[in-house]
């Protein structure tokens, strides 16, 4: 395939050489002279193991070529990828005049050329980057509308300085994000020589992607640095806890927990963190990220309380009560709260929770509850049935069984379905559905609360 880059620096030159290897016709396009004359020489523009050795190769071989001169780009290739460098400002936010130059001029280009084009983004932007400004000014100066004469790709890197190709050649995944599946496809066709599986979403998903996956990368240096510093200040080597630690790859190291839901609660969880962070104290230490946590805990309990009052109905009706499905658990549930919070507020609540009934709780479980929710014998409903006839609105809060999903497929049109568990899919739900990290549009007078979600 014919291929441009516009940017050459990190990204572009090797994105560039890399994809010249797999067999593209590969043009490099930036305004630098001195990046263009060192590819054209066979060099590349900076220090990277292996990159030089590479872009020597694929320009002998008459398939990696470079230039100042964005209209030869354009006018040679079937796809631009756009790599241009996205800086920071003083208050935190991403500099777009560069992209902005380039679509622009892209554009321009493009309104000479026929047949469909497609622009594939690769530098990292949030999502109103492209939907409110970079594909406006793609279709303002092209005169052709994306999605149909150009096709439009978010298409993130994930290449680490020092061992860039490798990471090109061996990635954890090749993220698409495209509207049109075209386009898509035509991204999809530079990688199809590669081994990382290629996974295809929409640009936003795409986009975010990247953002908390370097954030998420982040947060564990953070993280283990202050499991050191705690660690050291108890006489306890860091590194040999954090080595155990890591050995753990059900629960440690993995994908559980990482699912967005409902708070966390429980007898093990908020004690400990607890204790943690009195200790933390007492030591006078700082570790705002361990000591953030239940904080952060809280506010999501509140958000989800919220989105429950915001319907503005009264009758409600949870699917839950302790802290995890499976176990009559009640203590430090964040269920309880929620049921206490609501009950405070005027509402009129039942609950289906089939692990709990009286005769069954004893000991610190049942003086939790009862201290918490006092007449919590009387808001229990013996089935989800009665459960969905009294509500207005239904909260999910644990997961559900496969039996359970002929309740909320009869649910009335008028009736809202809140799954703070996301154990529901799309056409599971005969009313109103909506998740805490679901889409949501803004309020509209006489607009239904929530619209039903595709997941």
């Known amino acids: 395939m014919r291929v441009s880059v516009f940017g050459v620096g990190y990204v572009g030159c090797v994105t560039a050489a890399c994809l010249a290897r797999e067999g593209h016709e590969v043009i490099g396009v930036d305004v630098d002279p001195f990046k263009v004359r060192a590819i054209n020489e066979g060099r590349a523009p900076f220090f990277e193991p292996g990159l030089s ?71 990292t932007v949030l999502p109103t980057a492209f939907e409110e400004e970079l594909i406006p000014l793609l279709e303002q100066y092209s005169g052709k509308s994306a999605g149909t004469d150009i096709g439009f790709v978010y298409n993130p890197e994930f290449l680490r300085e020092g061992v860039a190709l490798r990471d090109f050649h061996d990635a954890p995944w090749t993220i698409i994000g495209s509207w049109d599946s075209r386009a898509g496809d035509v991204v999809a ?18 986009a975010l992607v990247k953002y908390f996956s370097n954030a998420f990368h982040a947060l564990k240096v953070v993280f283990g640095n202050e499991v050191g510093s705690f660690c050291r200040e108890m006489g306890v080597d860091g590194g040999e806890m954090m080595e155990i630690f890591s050995h753990d790859t059900k629960l440690n190291i993995s994908h559980r927990y990482l699912k967005p839901g409902f708070a966390f609660g429980g007898s093990c969880l908020p004690k400990d963190l607890k204790a943690l962070v009195s200790e933390i104290g007492k030591r006078g230490l700082s570790l705002p990220v361990l000591e953030s946590i239940l ?21 409600i009706g949870l699917v839950g009560l302790s802290f995890k499905a499976g176990t009559d658990d009640l203590r430090e549930s964040p269920a309880v709260e929620l049921a206490e919070r609501l009950i405070g507020k005027g ?101 239904p609360f929530c619209d039903e979600v595709v997941l």
């Open 295 to 315: 904080t952060s805990n809280e506010e999501h309990l509140r958000g989800c309380i919220q989105m429950v009052t915001e319907t503005d109905k009264r009758r």
């Open 53 to 123: 050795a590479l872009v020597d190769e694929m320009v002998a071989a008459g398939r990696l070529r470079a230039t100042g001169d964005h209209a030869d780009a354009v006018h040679s290739s079937d796809i631009a990828l756009i790599c241009v460098g996205t800086p920071t400002r003083s208050d935190g936010s991403i500099r777009l005049d560069y992209l902005r130059q380039v679509f622009i001029s892209v554009a321009k280009q493009l309104r000479e050329k026929n047949g469909y084009f497609v622009v594939a983004l690769r530098s």
């Open 347 to 447: 509402r009129d609540v039942r609950i289906y929770e089939p692990s709990i009934a009286p005769g069954r709780l004893h000991g610190t479980n049942l003086d939790f509850v009862e201290k918490s929710i006092p007449h919590i014998w009387k808001l229990l409903v013996g089935s989800l049935d009665e459960l969905l006839g009294h509500a207005e609105v239904v909260v999910v809060m644990q997961q559900l069984k496969a039996e359970d999903l002929r309740y909320f497929s009869a649910m009335r049109s008028d009736q809202v379905c809140i799954d703070l568990a996301r154990t529901l899919k799309t056409g599971e739900v005969g009313g109103q559905y909506c998740s805490m990290d679901a889409p949501r549009r803004e309020a509209v007078v006489g607009a």
């Open 189 to 206: 066709s530079l990688y199809q020589g590669l081994l990382a599986p290629i996974v295809r979403t929409n640009p936003k998903t795409a």
